[in-house]
């Protein structure tokens, strides 16, 4: 069963503290998602990367870096966590374009920070 | 800006019941796809339509594609408490610009109760 893995489901961290929240992805694909998912707003696209090595900024990048040194891992960087970082993190990844239509996603990471 | 809205944003009906969720745009998409989040997990890729007007069931679901490829439908029949959740629709804007990129409706919050 393919599958997105994201490295925990529940963090409580302090203001100011530098947060990682790590993926990974055995299906081999080519492009990696970071996206913040809160009421209201819905899915709000924070970085993705196309390829090792590679990212682009998406809709909402302040406050946050990624790393990608290898295919199968994405990182998402809280560089110094604030309160309007709480939010429920999602990690997804897609195959390469025409053949992968459909994101697979993690189970999320609920991240509150105090 | 591409931007996918989805109505209702809130449905709360019996089971047995029938509905239809709707996503519209004034842009137009290569192909829709949607998914299904329950609570405190990831999104679930339920389907994907790619050819103007097309036409999927998933047992007790029907999705629409538009002839324009701007807009699509979600019908379910029989409704159970089993398909409480969060429905979202995204959208494959241009290939081109998009790198991978899916667009997001904010979904609509589907509650069947017994």
């Known amino acids: 069963d393919v599958k997105v893995t994201q490295s925990s489901r529940y963090l409580v961290k302090r203001t100011g503290e530098k947060v990682f929240l790590e993926c990974v992805q055995d299906m081999d694909h080519e492009n990696m998602f970071w996206y913040r998912q809160d009421p209201g707003l819905g899915l709000r696209l924070i970085y993705f990367s196309y390829d090792v090595k590679m990212k682009e900024k998406g809709d909402i990048p302040e406050g946050y870096s990624v790393s990608r040194e290898k295919k199968e891992r994405f990182s998402l960087i809280l560089e110094s966590a604030s309160t309007n970082q709480t939010s429920m993190y999602l990690c997804a990844s897609r195959g390469a374009l025409p053949e992968g239509y459909g994101y697979t996603f993690g189970s999320g990471t609920r991240l509150t920070v105090v | ?114």
Do not use: M
């Not at chain 2, 019996?14 to 999104?43: A, D, H, M």
């Not at chain 2, 409704?79 to 290939?95: E, I, K, R, S, V």
């Open chain 2, 1 to 114: 800006t591409q931007l996918l809205e989805q109505s209702p944003q809130f449905l709360s009906i019996q089971e047995g019941e029938n509905l239809t969720v709707y996503c519209n745009s004034s842009s137009v998409f290569s192909s829709l796809q949607w998914y299904r989040q329950e609570p405190g997990e990831g999104p679930v890729l339920l389907v994907t339509v790619v050819t103007g007007g097309e036409v999927k069931k998933l047992k007790r679901l029907t999705f629409q594609f538009g002839d324009a490829r701007k807009d699509s439908s979600l019908h379910i029949t029989a409704a159970q408490p089993g398909d409480t959740g969060l429905y979202l629709c995204a959208g494959d804007g241009n290939y081109g610009g998009s790198q991978g990129n899916l667009i997001f409706g904010k979904g609509t919050k589907l509650s069947v109760k017994p």
